[in-house]
C-alpha cells in the first residue's frame, strides 16, 4: 500500500517564476492538506481539497493556489515566486472529518533563487 | 485562535535517560492532539493522538504523552531514549470542525552517547 508521493523532490527556481507541486495521496484517503515548512520551523498550514473544493484556507495570499481532481490527488501552485517561499512543502492526507491522523509525503523542496 | 507552544527549542539527553518534552495548547473546546516526529528530510510520522477518553495515551515507539486539561498541557515522555530518538518532535492541535492541524515550532532531540 503505497504511502503519500510527492514530486518532485527537489526544485530550484528563480524570483517571479512560478511552480507546480504534485501530490498523491495514500490509498483510501479524500482529503489533502498542504504545509509550508520553512527551515527551523514548524509546518504552516496552507490549505485543505476535500471533494475538489478549497475546504479552508491558512494565513497565505492569493499566489499560493491548488486543486484536487477526481482520483483525490493534488496540486499545489505558487505564481510570481518569492525568496521567502524557499521552505519544504509537505502535502498530508487524510480520511475526512472528524480530523484523524494526517499522513504525510516526504515533501518537496524548494528553493528560489 | 487556535495555537501550539513548545518552549524548548532543543533538548539533549543522554542515551537510556528518561525525556519529557512540553506543549501548551490553546483551543475552546475539548482538542484533538497529537505528536509527531520528523527524521531529517523525511516527512512527519504521527507518534500517538488523544481525541477524548483516557488522558495517558501510548503511542509508537515506547512514547507516551498525557493531557492536562487545567494546564493546557500535552507533555510527550519517554522512560528511557535511545540513539535512533534523536529527531524533531512536533507538538500539534486539530480543529474538531475537521479542517486543519496546527503545529507548534518544534522541539529538537538531540542524543549523547
Known amino acids: 500500500d503505497a504511502g503519500v508521493t510527492q514530486s518532485p523532490t527537489h526544485l530550484i527556481k528563480t524570483r517571479g517564476q512560478q511552480v507546480t507541486l504534485r501530490c498523491s495521496p495514500k490509498?483510501?484517503?479524500?482529503?489533502v492538506s498542504w504545509y509550508q515548512q520553512a527551515l527551523g520551523q514548524g509546518p504552516q498550514f496552507i490549505f485543505q481539497?476535500?471533494?475538489?473544493?478549497?475546504?479552508q484556507r491558512g494565513n497565505f495570499p492569493d499566489r499560493f493556489s491548488g486543486h484536487q481532481f477526481p482520483n483525490y490527488s493534488s496540486e499545489l501552485n505558487v505564481n510570481a515566486l518569492l525568496l521567502g517561499d524557499s521552505a519544504l512543502y509537505l502535502c498530508?492526507?487524510?480520511?475526512?472529518?472528524?480530523?484523524?491522523?494526517?499522513?504525510f509525503g516526504e515533501g518537496s523542496r524548494l528553493t528560489v533563487l | 485562535a487556535q495555537s501550539v507552544t513548545q518552549p524548548d527549542i532543543h533538548i539533549t539527553v543522554s542515551e537510556g535517560a528518561s525525556l519529557e518534552l512540553r506543549c501548551n495548547y490553546s483551543?475552546?473546546?475539548?482538542?484533538?492532539l497529537f505528536w509527531y516526529v520528523q527524521s531529517p528530510g523525511q516527512g512527519l510520522q504521527l507518534l500517538l493522538k488523544?481525541?477524548?477518553?483516557?488522558?495517558l495515551v501510548q503511542g509508537i515507539k515506547g512514547f507516551e504523552a498525557e493531557f492536562k486539561r487545567s494546564q493546557s498541557s500535552f507533555n510527550l515522555r519517554k522512560p528511557s531514549v535511545h540513539w535512533s530518538d534523536a529527531a524533531e518532535y512536533f507538538c500539534?492541535?486539530?480543529?474538531?470542525?475537521?479542517?486543519?492541524?496546527?503545529f507548534g515550532a518544534g522541539t529538537r532531540l538531540f542524543v549523547k552517547a
Open positions: 498530508a492526507s487524510s480520511t475526512g472529518p472528524p480530523l484523524g491522523e494526517l499522513f
Open positions: 490509498s483510501g484517503h479524500d482529503t
Open positions: 481539497y476535500y471533494e475538489e473544493e478549497e475546504r
Open positions: 483551543y475552546g473546546a475539548t482538542p484533538y
Open positions: 488523544y481525541f477524548s477518553g483516557d488522558t
Open positions: 500539534a492541535v486539530g480543529d474538531t470542525g475537521g479542517f486543519k492541524t496546527i
